[in-house]
């Protein structure tokens, strides 16, 4: 009896024992006094909790993971994102200053602590989820630094014992020019503003917009710029930790208590838009083949309608085109016969050796015909969101992919909806408004309901369809997928119920 | 096919009139001697009925039909033995001529099973550079393979850096050979020279031996750990801009642009970023490859190799843009930097060689990028009117008009600004930047041939940069010539001199050779200095 009790140890406790030294020694930081508010998350939690703490804690961390998300996905700016995320943060996730004086100081501290370790826990699993994850953390890191007061702010940076090396006088007096210039004109006197001086490569974000003055591989970045270097180095030690801790999942030392939290925290991570199946895209009586393309492309977003034109016109398309151009193809259903028909009869300038050999393993390679096995069993990548088409890879000297309510400039991008058949002079003037507030997918959507005005209107009115099935467009494919019911209501012979219920399921 | 039916047609026509056909089935009894008998006359009565022509064509199906198996056999034989005899022919023409001995003959016999292989000709004009013969000889006794390994290893003793280091081979019948890795330039050497490739790249290196990839357990375990931060520059990018020539096709004028963007881009990687081992290399047909080989280049990961190709990335945006260069003012050091290096070139080689704006609809291209609208008006007007004025007058004209007051709003900072964007727009390295985001992105190996152009992918010495002349860059049968004209100069040489010495390859292997001392000292510098490091983390412990 009494061996048995001696040899039994916590799991949880076991990697934080010395197995030299005192076996039953307790965690030597089982209860943590939070001093600042903000957290970098290096010393995991040992103290006990309860299974629904940490189901609930876990919960109300990826609300406001999730809705943070959501903000970006809408392309807010900064300042919308706070006041948006304000209330839930105070409903889900509080966390007072050190100032504030209030007595749930250390257990809100504490909530946040383990809710994010929790959720570690649950998106270390794949590449894409520690992605994610890694990402929407960053964000909320710099929320709340943003946020925080100066003092305090000021005290955990000094925490950190990060070794940034201050600029000397002389020095930030012979580079002035250099770093007003960095700075885009600021500050008027070099004496304004303080500047330390890293390794260039611990502030790739502001390298990469040329925001810091760089000399020999040092870059010298102003005090004010101190929330992108704490940002950065939040993230890569989270990405660092979210690697071990995904390489730690598998020897996980566990029961079938908190597997299944952990499995159905991660599953309910998903974004609205990010898993567009082609199961719920199938259009009964729809003729989905290569030569039937030119006239479905009527109801294509402006994106594909620019890629098909482009296409018509070169006959040729660039790489990442074809990607984008291929993954919606396919997304409205057109099937790899078709499409390998479809993109050889449209390079109609080449030679069928050279379309063998340079472009149809690609096209295959995108329904998941070739290529290694994850790509086989995925069938393939799923098509673009507008997010992805937003944000990745914008086109290039002669490319035609992207958004063009993003990437044209005002005067092309009138020209492309005129020739394309929006004419309205109010609806062109809405667009260039939504394009300078960056509100991409607000033009877009203006522009649809400007084409699909009638349809709209008679299936609001009929009812027939839901204020679920008018929301905001988020998908090109789900554009295409809306413009043709609506296009063909009339036509379409399995109307009204079987086709509601299809539309339903995407929420 | 005459060549390949004649004989066909010789030995069946002499089977019905031999004799022992006719006496065979005799020997083994009554019925098919009869059998054969009547075959016979029935042939007989056929000659009889029928035209000499067209008694043979009968006799050819009949072949078909019974021989199927052999006729293709045959006819193949034919193609050779005609083959042989023309390569003969073709030999004896050519070497009385100006090509000596051995060299010639070698283009002639590969270059005719070359055409029926590929009906699209690749563009090569004579000599294909791709034969096995040609490319054998130039990876034998040509290819630096030693400064390759040295280059990669980074050190004379063989280590993983070279090791586990990625080779991707393109066949000569284009499959591509991906994940190949060698412990030694010997084996690497041996390999090329079994498979043949047209072209190799080189890619990361990797955790693991690059061959032992599926025998790991977990296939994220496999992974890339390093490689050179690598510059892809073509030509191609820029075609809205070059009017002297498009597409693969290159001149002197429009190598300019190269020749700006290796200023601008390896002055930005040395002073700004503190790089200093970088190679160019020519990439055979019209553009320039950079290597960043700094150890700390190497190691980069993707999120920082994104922020060095965004941080040299100024045109943004693609045909439908409008205007692509978008930079902040007072502009950054690089941006000005890069201007002033470049204002010099957009005057000779913009303005004056490539001639932008000849024409109206290229010049309404250059007015679209200007602020002011009554001065564009005014510009309009005047050349409009002057059809076929320089762009160097144009370009003048702009501040000529602003200066005489045509509009009353002008804002000069404005008009300055603009023309500022405008040279940036026409000069700035256009960087095809995919190349350079990715870790695991493969490029060709310096010193490979040009499947195309047959020209040796050469380092450009930056120093020389201005004297660099991509149409002179040797091609591979150019130095396969020059080894047999070489001949050793008079007196005393007992030292063994290798191939590419008695080449013009000489200088750029002793280039290269030059560069990859430089990188090996710092890497031994490096080395020791980590070592005591180590030693002193240690002991503090």
């Not at chain 1, 393309?293 to 016109?313: E, G, I």
């Not at chain 1, 393939?380 to 914008?394: A, D, M, N, R, V």
């Not at chain 1, 005005?453 to 009812?463: A, F, H, M, S, W």
């Not at chain 2, 004297?467 to 591979?476: A, G, H």
Request: net charge negative.
């Amino acid at each position: 009896m009494i061996r048995q009790e001696f040899s039994r140890i916590d799991p949880k406790r076991r990697a934080a024992l010395n197995h030299r030294g005192k076996q039953f020694e307790k965690p030597a930081y089982q209860n943590v006094e939070y001093k600042h508010r903000l957290n970098f998350y290096i010393t995991p939690p040992t103290a006990d909790i309860t299974l629904e703490q940490f189901e609930q804690w876990a919960i109300d961390r990826l609300r406001v993971l999730a809705e943070l998300e959501a903000c970006s996905f809408r392309n807010k700016t900064p300042a919308e994102t706070a006041a948006h995320m304000k209330p839930i943060i105070d409903k889900y996730l509080p966390l007072s200053s050190s100032t504030s004086g209030s007595t749930a100081l250390q257990t809100e501290r504490q909530k946040d602590h383990y809710s994010h370790f929790i959720l570690r826990l649950a998106f270390a699993s794949t590449e894409d989820l520690r992605r994610r994850f890694s990402r929407v953390e960053s964000m909320l890191f710099r929320l709340r630094f943003q946020a925080d007061d100066l003092r305090e702010r000021q005290a955990f940076v000094e925490g950190l014992s990060l070794d940034w090396e201050t600029v000397s006088d002389d020095e930030r007096r012979e580079y002035a020019e250099d770093l007003r210039a960095a700075g885009g004109g600021y500050p008027k006197r070099i004496e304004e503003e303080s500047y330390f001086k890293v390794d260039w490569d611990r502030v790739p974000e502001l390298v990469e917009s040329r925001r810091v003055f760089l000399k020999a591989g040092k870059a010298y970045v102003p005090g004010r710029e101190q929330l992108s270097m704490v940002v950065a180095e939040f993230t890569s030690k989270l990405d660092k930790a979210l690697e071990l801790t995904s390489r730690a999942l598998p020897r996980l030392d566990e029961d079938d208590r908190l597997t299944p939290i952990l499995t159905h925290l991660s599953q309910n991570f998903t974004t609205p838009d990010a898993n567009y199946s082609s199961s719920n895209t199938a259009l009964p009586g729809a003729d989905i083949s290569a030569r039937n393309v030119d006239a479905l492309s009527a109801s294509f977003p402006l994106c594909m309608q620019n890629l098909h034109r482009s296409l018509r016109r070169d006959s040729h398309l660039k790489h990442y085109g074809r990607l984008q151009y291929s993954l919606f193809l396919k997304g409205i259903g057109l099937n790899l016969e078709e499409c390998l028909v479809f993109w050889r009869s449209s390079f109609n300038k080449i030679t069928d050796d050279v379309f063998n050999k340079e472009y149809r393993y690609n096209v295959r390679h995108v329904y998941g015909d070739v290529g290694g096995d994850s790509n086989r069993r995925g069938n393939g990548y799923s098509p673009f969101s507008c997010q992805k088409i937003l944000t990745e890879h914008p086109p290039g000297p002669g490319e035609a992919h992207g958004c063009p309510y993003r990437h044209f400039s005002v005067r092309n991008l009138t020209a492309l909806l005129q020739n394309v058949g929006v004419k309205d002079q109010e609806v062109l003037r809405g667009v260039k408004e939504d394009k300078e507030k960056q509100k991409f997918h607000l033009a877009c959507n203006r522009v649809f309901e400007y084409a699909h005005k009638q349809e709209i209107k008679k299936v609001r009115d009929d009812g027939t369809w839901g204020a679920a099935q008018l929301e905001t467009i988020v998908h090109p494919n789900e554009y295409f997928k809306r413009s043709y019911l609506l296009k063909n209501m009339g036509k379409n012979p399995i109307d009204g119920e079987g086709k509601s219920g299809d539309v339903k399921m995407e929420d | 096919m005459p060549h390949s039916v004649s004989p066909e047609n010789m030995a069946t026509h002499e089977q019905p009139q031999d004799d022992m056909v006719a006496e065979a089935p005799a020997e083994n009894g009554e019925t098919q001697a009869s059998e054969n008998t009547f075959v016979a006359d029935a042939e007989a009565e056929v000659e009889n009925t029928q035209g000499d022509e067209t008694m043979d064509h009968d006799m050819t199906m009949e072949d078909v039909g019974v021989q199927g198996d052999i006729v293709p056999e045959v006819a193949l034989k034919v193609e050779i033995k005609s083959e042989v005899r023309l390569e003969d022919l073709f030999a004896d023409v050519e070497s009385d001529e100006e090509f000596p001995s051995s060299n010639a003959l070698n283009i002639k016999t590969s270059s005719s099973p070359e055409a029926p292989s590929s009906p699209v000709p690749t563009g090569g004009s004579g000599s294909k550079p791709s034969d096995s013969d040609v490319m054998r000889s130039f990876y034998q006794r040509l290819f630096p393979w030693r400064h390759l390994f040295q280059w990669l290893n980074h050190s004379p003793t063989p280590s993983t850096d070279f090791g586990h280091r990625e080779f991707a081979f393109t066949l000569q019948n284009d499959a591509y050979l991906r994940y190949q890795s060698f412990p030694t330039s010997d084996l690497l050497r041996k390999d090329v020279l079994r498979l043949m490739p047209s072209r190799f790249e080189i890619g990361p290196v990797y955790t693991t031996n690059p061959r032992d990839r599926k025998t790991l357990r977990k296939s994220s375990a496999f992974k890339p750990l390093a490689k050179e931060i690598c510059f892809d520059i073509d030509l191609t990018d820029y075609d809205d801009i070059r009017t002297c020539c498009d597409r693969a096709n290159i001149c002197n004028k429009c190598w300019q642009f190269i020749t700006m963007a290796i200023k601008v881009i390896d002055v930005a990687l040395r002073d700004d970023f503190g790089f200093k081992h970088i190679l160019w290399v020519y990439s055979g047909r019209r553009g320039a490859h950079a290597w960043v080989c700094d150890k700390k280049a190497r190691h980069l990961d993707d999120q920082k190799r994104r922020a060095i190709a965004g941080y040299l990335e100024v045109i943004k945006g693609g045909a439908q843009s409008g205007k692509r260069v978008n930079v902040k003012r007072p502009l950054h050091t690089h941006v000005a930097r890069s201007l002033e290096v470049l204002k010099s070139h957009f005057q000779t080689d913009i303005l004056h060689d490539q001639d932008p704006w000849e024409t109206d609809e290229k010049f309404d291209r250059l007015l679209q990028l200007l602020p002011d609208k009554t001065l564009n008006e005014a510009l309009r007007k005047k050349w409009s009117s002057a059809p076929g004025r320089a762009s160097t007058s144009k370009w003048a004209d702009i501040d000529a008009l602003a200066k005489s007051g045509v509009s009353k709003t002008l804002d000069a900072k404005a008009l300055l600004e603009a023309k500022q964007d405008i040279v940036l727009e026409y000069t700035y390295p256009r960087l095809d930047i995919e190349v350079s985001k990715h870790l695991n992105h493969l490029l060709k190996s310096p010193f490979v041939v040009h499947p195309g152009t047959g020209r040796v992918c050469v380092p450009i010495n930056t120093k020389d940069l201005n004297s660099f002349d991509p149409l002179e860059v040797p091609t591979v049968t150019d130095l396969l010539g020059e080894i047999d004209e070489w001949t050793a100069p008079e007196g005393e040489e007992v030292k063994a001199i290798q191939d590419w010495e008695k080449t013009s390859l000489k200088p750029y292997v002793e280039y290269f050779r030059s560069f990859v001392v430089g990188l090996m000292k710092d890497e031994k510098d490096v080395k020791v200095k980590r070592e005591r490091e180590e030693n002193g983390d240690a002991m503090e412990f």
